[in-house]
Every structure is written in structure tokens, then in C-alpha cells.
């Protein structure tokens, strides 16, 4: 992930607190992971394990930050190497979020199966959202990892595609509830489930941010897309 420094214990310590940063993303990977199952085969039991990784991902994530805390303190890094350890700080937070939006799905799946409506509502269709943010999250970690600002940019484009899942089922969504108001909450319960993943999605693309900051050194948040392809160039 990094170049080479002067000194070799700080490449070490570079790449100890990158490689615990993958191993917390394939963490909250297989949390999501675990959640769409859930979701798709409506699986209480799949549901209780996510909920299980929710206390390992924040172990994790305060781990980190304690060794980022020390690694700054010691070394005093400017330039790239500072961009580097902020944008890793932020993505285990961001890792962490997306791994509560993952215990929020498991959470619902388990209200849907309590109410007795899980297959009568349009749950199916939310699985293609929640694979699409899964992999999203899966790139946007590997761009991260190789420092690859094109791979970011990508992946910027692909969350709009998550947004348009997300209105096209709320609008669904809408229908149901007003033909048959006995489906109003369940369909509730899937919206929120809908709105986690758009937010995972939104994570991901939060991490590809930080993968350009790093790389290019410029802030791109709330940038239009012609203006981050311009920078990324």
C-alpha cells in the first residue's frame, strides 16, 4: 500500500496497521455477507451471527485507532504518509458503520419473521441492492489497499446505481402499503432494511474518496463527477 521510507520500522508499522485495516474489511464483508443470507432465506440464526461479528468489528476499529494515535505521536509523518494514516482512520470508521448497517438488516430480518409477512413483500428484490453493496464495499477496499484512483473513481460511479435501487423499491414499496394496509409494517421494516444498504453503498464510496485524498491529495467530497475525473487525470 505504501512506498518506501528511510526507515524500515515505519514501513513496518505502515504495513502492520494496513493489514489489520483488510482483515477488519473482510470482517465486515462476511457481516454482510451473513445479512443478505439472512435476508434472503429470512435465517434467525443467520441474523444471531451477524449480530456476534458486530462485537469484533468494534474491537477492532478501536485497536486500529489506538495504533494509528501512537504511530503519529512517534513518528510525526507529513505529506502523503499523514494522508495515508487520517484516510486509514477514517475508513475503519467507516468499515465500523458499515458493519452496524449490516447488525441493522439482521436486526429487521428478525422483526420481519416475527410478523408473519416476510414473503408476502418484495424482499427478493432488495437482495440485488444488498449484493451490489457488498461488492461495492469489496472494491472500494481493494482500490483502497492498492492505492488505484481510477478503480475509486469507478466505484463513485457504481453507488449511483445502489441510489436508483433504493427509490425504485420505496416506490414498490409505496404501492404495497397503500393497496393493503396490513402490509404497512413490514413494508416499513423493508424500507429501513432498504435504507441500510444504500447506506453501506454509501460507505464504500466514502472509502474510494479517501483512496483519491491519499493519492492525488485533493478532497473530493460533494465534487461533481467531471471535476473528480479531472483531478484523478
Same mark, same amino acid.
Given at each position: 500500500m505504501t512506498d518506501k521510507h528511510l526507515s524500515s520500522q515505519f514501513?513496518?508499522?505502515l504495513s502492520g496497521v494496513s493489514s489489520r485495516v483488510m482483515e477488519m474489511g473482510g470482517l465486515v464483508e462476511s457481516q454482510i455477507r451473513t445479512a443478505v443470507y439472512a435476508l434472503a432465506q429470512f435465517s434467525s440464526e443467520a441474523a444471531d451471527q451477524v449480530t456476534d461479528m458486530e462485537t469484533r468489528v468494534n474491537t477492532m476499529e478501536v485497536d486500529i485507532d489506538r495504533e494509528l494515535s501512537s504511530i503519529i505521536a512517534r513518528r510525526q509523518p507529513t505529506a502523503r504518509d499523514l494522508r495515508l494514516l487520517i484516510a486509514i482512520s477514517k475508513?475503519? %470508521?467507516? +468499515?465500523?458503520?458499515?458493519g452496524d448497517e449490516a447488525e441493522k438488516i439482521a436486526r429487521m430480518v428478525r422483526s420481519i419473521i416475527e410478523s408473519g409477512s416476510a414473503r408476502a413483500l418484495p424482499a427478493s428484490e432488495l437482495r440485488v441492492a %444488498?449484493? +451490489? %453493496?457488498?461488492?461495492?464495499?469489496r472494491? %472500494? +477496499?481493494d482500490a483502497f489497499a492498492r492505492l488505484d484512483a481510477n478503480s475509486a473513481v469507478s466505484i463513485l460511479k457504481e453507488d449511483n446505481a445502489i441510489d436508483k435501487e433504493f427509490d425504485g423499491f420505496v416506490r414498490k414499496l409505496?404501492?404495497?402499503m397503500m393497496e393493503d394496509p396490513r402490509t404497512i409494517s413490514p413494508s416499513l421494516d423493508l424500507l429501513f432494511l432498504a435504507k441500510a444498504i444504500e447506506r453501506i453503498g454509501d460507505h464504500a464510496k466514502n472509502i474510494a474518496e479517501f483512496t483519491i485524498y491519499v493519492v492525488k491529495g485533493a478532497d473530493v467530497r460533494h465534487t461533481s463527477m467531471e471535476a473528480i475525473e479531472s483531478v484523478v487525470r
Open positions: 514501513d513496518s508499522e475508513t475503519t %470508521a467507516n +468499515l465500523e458503520r458499515a %444488498a449484493d +451490489l %453493496a457488498s461488492g461495492l464495499l472494491k %472500494a +477496499l409505496i404501492t404495497y
